[in-house]
């Protein structure tokens, strides 16, 4: 059992699998506040935690009176804050270098190993929530459950399985005279009932979001590029409709223009990368309220040291074009009160497991957006993405007490995310899961 000296854990604690303890209450204070909605921070602010949920989060001079037993984190002079939300994570994506790697590198048993590290890793990075963005077999549904149950850390998880592509897409890359499906990490379809067939199998599997793959992507540049579809409009249309009537989301890797159009008119729940949109498709997106997750830090990433991973200058060139469109349409999309999740594709070599906070300060230092706008995106939509807004997102009474609490000024300096020696707690419902008082 860990706990930081000098606290205190008293009558009615909770313990949760032998490893940690909820106490009463807890407050944190000697910092500044930020809510995660958005609004401006709180200085020298108080977040009082009962029983894993918010009581209080405000003025420290207006919180209410603290039994005297209640346990107490120095925020030291620096920021308490809603713990953030990867809104696109690949929690079985490892040090991903070739197409090979995404698929037949390893067993299921070596990659479900890889992807508890990865969890475990996100939640030490203060990611106490993440949407998957697609996983190999079905890991990311038993590895919530695995979160859920404390037996291993990790954020709390939405899950989506395998995704799906049409035949011949962006992820049915292995040659047929091969003799290996894709079964691992996508199903493959070919027309609406194959989509159906596809989204029904994973509803049996368990998870919330279906992930889609509408179009292709620079990766791809010979005959899946960014403008290339992948889906048709049936397809799509029917995986919605037997998706919404299981209560499952749709989300779809959309770059094309006629991508997203197709993905806004069947009926998406969500967006991934959403790159190339005209004034139409904002329009579609914005009447719908759509949320998108850009993941641009990615496309910079590639450009950068692709070519020490042999990325050929196509791909390249590719990723250029979809990092400054996608740049744009994100720019846009915060600019007409759209909604933008954080995140999306670490675990490829050239953005490691661990680095996810790099989306946060890329979106500052590149795209242009304010930290505040950018950590509201990172936790309130993020937690919107998840379906979780009620419980997660923001620090408000009444909600679960995932709170990040870091030594210095993060709207000062955004990139302090990125360094998770400098967070003191990473809180998940009110229990110490990180930092330097786990
Ligand atoms: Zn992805």
């Known amino acids: 059992m860990k706990r930081a000296s000098g606290a205190t854990v008293i009558s009615g604690a909770t313990v949760i699998s032998g490893a940690t303890v ?23 602010a108080a977040l009082v935690i009962e029983n894993g949920k918010i009581a209080y989060a405000g003025p420290a001079r207006q919180a209410p009176p603290l039994p005297a037993e209640a346990r107490r984190i120095d925020a030291r002079g620096g920021t308490i804050m809603p713990g953030l939300v990867e809104a696109h994570f690949h929690p079985t994506y490892f040090n991903v270098a070739a197409l090979e790697d995404l698929d037949v590198k390893y067993p299921v048993e070596y990659v479900t190993l890889l992807a508890a590290a990865n969890a475990k890793l996100a939640l030490e990075c203060g990611y106490t929530s993440a949407r998957s963005g697609g996983s190999l077999f079905n890991i990311d549904v038993w590895l919530k459950r695995a979160i859920e149950n404390d037996v291993v850390p990790g954020p709390r998880l939405a899950a989506s399985g395998r995704e799906i592509c049409g035949v011949g897409g962006l992820m049915d890359w292995n040659p047929d005279f091969r003799k290996i499906g894709m079964e691992g990490l996508v199903l493959l379809i070919n027309g609406p009932d194959a989509a159906r067939a596809a989204v029904r199998k994973l509803v049996k599997d368990g998870v919330e979001w279906v992930k889609t793959y509408p179009t292709g992507d620079a990766a791809a540049p010979d005959t899946n590029d960014h403008h290339t579809l992948c889906m048709t409009f049936e397809e799509m249309h029917a995986c919605v409709a037997t998706a919404h ?51 641009l830090q990615f496309e910079w990433a590639s ?56 989306e946060l300060s890329f979106f500052v230092d590149y795209v242009g957006f304010s930290p505040l706008d950018t950590l509201r995106c990172a936790t309130r939509s993020g937690a919107e993405i998840l379906g979780r807004q009620h419980e997660l997102g923001t620090l408000e009474a009444g909600k679960l007490a995932d709170v990040l609490v870091v030594e210095g000024d993060v709207l000062g300096d955004i990139r302090i995310l990125e360094d998770r020696s400098r967070f003191i707690a990473v809180l998940q419902g009110g229990v110490v899961k990180a930092g330097q008082l786990a």
């Open 22 to 44: 909820i106490s009463g209450a807890t407050v944190i204070s000697g910092g500044q506040l930020i809510d995660g909605s958005g609004a401006a921070p709180i200085a020298d």
């Open 245 to 295: 009537n299981h209560g499952l989301k749709v989300t779809g890797h959309c770059r094309a223009n006629q991508g997203v159009k197709n993905a806004l008119r069947a009926g998406y729940d969500a967006l991934e990368h959403g790159t190339f949109m005209d004034d139409e498709a904002l329009d579609m997106l914005l009447s719908r309220d759509v949320p998108v997750t850009p993941a």
């Open 303 to 358: 450009i950068e040291y692709g070519p020490q991973f042999g990325m050929s200058q196509r791909v390249i060139d590719g990723h250029k074009e979809t990092l400054e469109a996608g740049a744009e349409s994100a720019r846009r999309i915060l600019a007409a009160g759209g909604r933008l999740g954080m995140g999306g594709d670490y675990g490829f070599a050239w953005t490691p497991h661990g680095t996810y906070a790099k």
